[in-house]
C-alpha cells in the first residue's frame, strides 16, 4: 500500500490538516521521482553491467512509450511500476528539470487529492 495507506492513516486524525498532509505526500513522491530522472541521467552508462537494476528491454519499451507521448507522459509518473520507467526514461533523454519538477509534481498532486477526496467523502 505504500505512501496511500500511510497518508490514508494520518488522514484519520482529525487533528493534522489534510493540506499539510496533501503537500507532504506530493513533494516527498515528487522527490522520489526525482531520484528516478537523477538514476537515469546519470547511470544509464552502466547498462550493460550485471548489477544494473533495468533491463535492457525494459528500458527501451520505457523509452519508446516516452518518444511516443512526450513530456505529457510526466504526468503519469504517479503510476506504480510504469511511473518509475517514465520518470527513469526522462533522466535517460535529458529532459530539463524545469519540465520534468512540475509536470511530475501535478501529476502526484492530482493523485494524493483524489485519495484524499475518497477518504472524505468515505468516512465524513
Do not use: C
Request: hydrophobic share 50%.
Amino acid at each position: 500500500m505504500g505512501s496511500e495507506g500511510i497518508l490514508l492513516y494520518y488522514a484519520s486524525d482529525a487533528s493534522l490538516s489534510i493540506f499539510l498532509l496533501w503537500s507532504l505526500a506530493s513533494l516527498g513522491n515528487t522527490l522520489g521521482g526525482l531520484t528516478n530522472w537523477l538514476l537515469g541521467r546519470y547511470l544509464i552508462r552502466f547498462e550493460g553491467a550485471k548489477w544494473f537494476p533495468i533491463s535492457a528491454t525494459s528500458r527501451q519499451k520505457a523509452e519508446h512509450f516516452f518518444n511516443r507521448y512526450g513530456m505529457v507522459s510526466l504526468l503519469f509518473t504517479w503510476l506504480p511500476i510504469v511511473g518509475d520507467g517514465i520518470a527513469l526514461v526522462s533522466g535517460v533523454l535529458r529532459t530539463p528539470i524545469w519540465y520534468f519538477l512540475p509536470l511530475v509534481l501535478i501529476g502526484k498532486a492530482a493523485r494524493y487529492a483524489l485519495i484524499l477526496l475518497g477518504h472524505h467523502l468515505l468516512f465524513t
